[in-house]
């Protein structure tokens, strides 16, 4: 859904837009002046990251021999790196207050919010990958990618994300619209 005005949030990238922008190597979504609209363009950057997973998971299917054996000691350090990614992203999003001073301002710390929570929320994915090569097992990089969707859905600039956000900008006084600040371009 296109917009001109700047308070109303267009949702998230559909249809040809979002097939381009998921294939590896396009640089579709890195470019904000481009799509002219800020809030469009952190989410098909936000998109582009998180489709890392998959792709990293052909590299599994491609590379690691099917059959490899389960073990305990892969799974706990999997399970406790997919926890921790989790609680970690829960931690950066509420830990990192938003500057309400200007729209810009505004903009660029809820920006930062999201790109410092993607790290995280990858965490699972990378070690996914390190604990699947090395004990020569593919599950264990589904288990991380089971704790790393998690993660990126706590960690994603969704429409709920922008309305709560709103509710506790409202709370404290900010009368700025958090939706019209990040879609400036």
Known sequence: MRTND????????????LVWMLLPF?????????????LISLRQMFLKFASLGVWVG??????????????SGWVAAQVVVGIASVIGVVV?????????????ALAGSYRSRVLTSMPAAMAPVTFGFLFSVVSQCR??????????????????????DLRRTQARLDADGCSLSLVAAVRTP
């Not at 396009?26 to 800020?38: C, E, I, S, Y």
């Not at 599950?139 to 709920?160: E, N, T």
């Open 139 to 160: 599950w264990l990089y589904l288990i991380g990618m089971a704790f790393a969707a998690v993660a990126f859905v706590v960690a994603a600039p969704s429409v709920g």
């Open 26 to 38: 396009t640089g579709f979504g890195m470019r904000r002046l481009a799509v002219n609209d800020g």
């Open 6 to 17: 700047p308070t109303i949030d267009p949702g998230w990238p559909r249809g040809s837009a």
């Open 58 to 71: 052909v590299v599994i299917l491609l590379f690691v021999e099917p059959g490899g054996e389960l073990t």
């Open 92 to 104: 950066l999003r509420g830990a990192r207050r938003l500057d309400c001073t200007n729209p810009r």
